[in-house]
């Protein structure tokens, strides 16, 4: 098309010069190259965060916070380098709102412990979706228990879309806290995370939201979108595992007491009396993953230089290209199909279980997650047990798409 | 990796067509299992006379291979005493984890297993049956998991 080679065009997208960063993506699985279609479990990590890490561990480790010497210094700078790269990618007002958490489970965790447990009364209400993970449901159920609070479940359609007026007619004064998926793991589909918060607020409610799956493919800012919290992971990031990031709200966080008790996050200790730390290391208490940090920062680097935007633009075109071919295998059935998704293609086959589909692809080199992705109440919902889910990151092509497409034409013959 | 070592057509049959599929209530042994990896779920009834199981059935939902293993577990215990199954179960189990596992003539079609033993994290779900009736002999009335 003529328009797409005007000057004012950006350079289209090239996922093959992108895939060279990524040396894992020549592994030969089976005997065949690997297709890695599961981004959505853990995405692959670029040689820039390699070497960030690697980096860090040969030349500037040592604890952080404590020591004069000079790598202890190199270590903190490091460290704390990384949370305002963190601050500035989410566009938080300050680092001190910036809790480095294990991951996105951690961090839901933390609030839910440090938050929510001492705040809640029986009588009180926490509201989640029905797309929810395991990780933004059993927390809040622990609470419950704690509590003596009440869990209450927007529904969704047959789509796999929250149904809002209903999430609407939910919220109430008694809504204390609401705690939501940005984008579904087990559907792809994108919530209205924007509207969700204003409404709760509106009724003095504080809002969580679960980003692990929306961070890595779209332009995520914690203040336009005026989350409360907001939590996720560096490894579907293309960072390392064990390092995430908790968002909060200062006067949120300064307001909370801390979760764990322990190193860095105190001032002064004596039998008597402790004096917590300032923010945000206040809930940071022990030796932090500072190589973790280091290659999260990294990846956000990595993610820029690419520009997020058009990373989300590829992998809406992969994710278009993918639903179109499968549509057309009749024994194929895409579970969720929600008008907004991301990256994420969940589906069935006629006759064939997720499992032996997914045995069926790894032999043909082909990496999709099947199972209930951690989203058992999902799954019931749509009275299946398991899928298939195949989710697209930035070194995706529509070769891989392609490939996709003819695994599934493997398992046909096998269960033929 | 050769998919037709585990998908063999006696497998393929059994998933199609499970045999003895079904309740029986009421039943002198039920358990159910469960596999929480990738969901499968099935329960296993037993009328027992004496030591001998003289029927059985199973139901559930799971992938090819569970429901293939579960069939063959049925036709092959049906009329066996307790030892027996217990015996056969070792032999399955070996063929199931053992690379080295000779074939055994005692197995019959449950031979068909033996591609499982090259996609390890399948194991269990041909496993699943067989702890699943241990548990219904045992115990009567239970629920086990893989996990």
């Not at chain 1, 000057?7 to 089976?30: G, K, Q, S």
């Not at chain 1, 979706?129 to 228990?145: D, F, K, T």
């Not at chain 1, 800012?221 to 968002?247: C, N």
């Not at chain 1, 004096?275 to 809930?283: A, G, M, R, S, V």
Request: net charge neutral.
């Amino acid at each position: 098309m003529a328009a797409n080679l005007s000057l004012a065009a950006p350079p289209p997208f090239d996922a093959e010069r992108v895939r060279r960063d990524f040396p894992i993506l020549d592994t030969m699985v089976n005997g065949h190259p690997l297709v890695y279609l599961d981004s959505a479990a853990s995405s692959q990590r670029p040689l820039p965060v390699l070497r960030a890490v690697e980096d860090y561990e040969t030349h500037s480790h040592a604890n952080v916070h404590r020591g004069v010497h000079a790598l202890s210094q190199a270590a903190t700078a490091a460290y704390e380098g990384a949370r305002e790269r963190i601050r500035r990618f989410i566009n938080a007002r300050s680092t001190r709102e910036i809790i480095f958490v294990r991951g996105t489970t951690e961090g839901i965790n933390l609030i839910a412990q440090a938050y929510a447990r001492p705040r809640l009364r029986a009588g009180d209400e926490i509201l989640i979706s029905a797309l929810e993970h395991h990780a933004n449901i059993v927390p809040w159920q622990m609470v419950c228990e704690q509590t003596g609070c009440t869990l209450k479940v927007a529904p969704i359609n047959r789509r796999g879309e929250l149904l809002l007026e209903e999430f609407l007619k939910l919220l109430n004064p008694r809504t204390r806290l609401v705690a939501m998926a940005h984008v579904s793991n087990a559907l792809g589909t994108v919530l209205p995370v924007k509207r969700i918060i204003a409404a709760a607020q509106s009724f003095g409610a504080v809002v969580l939201i679960d980003g692990a799956q929306a961070v890595p493919h779209s332009r995520v800012d914690v203040r336009a979108l005026g989350a409360d919290f907001y939590t996720f992971s560096g490894h579907k990031l293309y960072g390392p595992t064990g390092i995430g990031v908790l968002y909060g709200r200062e006067e949120l966080l300064a307001a909370m007491p801390p979760w764990q008790g322990g190193g860095d996050m105190i001032l002064t200790v004596s039998f008597e009396k402790t004096t917590y730390n300032e923010l945000p290391w206040k809930f940071e208490a022990g030796t932090p993953n500072m190589s973790g940090a280091v290659g999260l920062a990294a990846a956000m680097d990595y993610v820029e230089s690419l520009g997020v935007e058009a990373i989300a633009a590829h992998e809406q075109r992969l994710l278009q290209l993918a639903t179109a071919e499968l549509a057309r295998l009749p024994q194929i059935e895409i579970i969720g199909t929600a008008a907004h998704k991301a990256s994420v293609l969940s589906f069935t086959m006629k006759g064939v279980h997720p499992h032996d589909l997914g045995t069926i692809l790894d032999a043909e080199g082909v990496a999709v997650r099947t199972g209930h992705h951690c989203a058992m109440p999902v799954m019931t919902f749509f009275g299946l047990p398991a899928t298939a889910r195949a989710s697209f990151g930035c070194y995706n092509t529509e070769r891989d798409v392609a490939s996709l497409v003819q695994a599934l034409g493997k398992a046909r013959e096998v269960f033929a | 990796m050769d998919l037709k070592e585990l998908y063999r057509d006696v497998i393929l049959d059994h998933n199609r067509h499970p045999r003895n599929f079904g309740r029986i209530e009421p039943a002198d042994g039920r358990a159910e299992g469960h596999n929480p990896l990738c969901g499968d779920r099935l329960s296993v009834f037993v009328v027992l006379d004496g030591e001998r199981v003289a029927d059985i059935r199973f139901e559930g939902r799971g992938c090819a291979i569970s429901t293939a293993s579960a069939s063959l577990m049925t036709e092959a215990v049906k009329g066996k005493d307790r030892s027996a199954i217990r015996a056969l179960f070792d032999k399955v189990h070996a063929l199931l984890t053992r690379p080295d596992a000779a074939p055994d003539g005692a197995l019959g079609k449950l031979a068909a297993l033996s591609g499982v033993r090259e996609f390890p994290v399948r194991v269990k779900c041909a496993s699943l049956c067989w702890h699943t009736l241990n548990a219904a002999l045992e115990h009567g009335a239970a629920t086990i998991s893989t996990e």
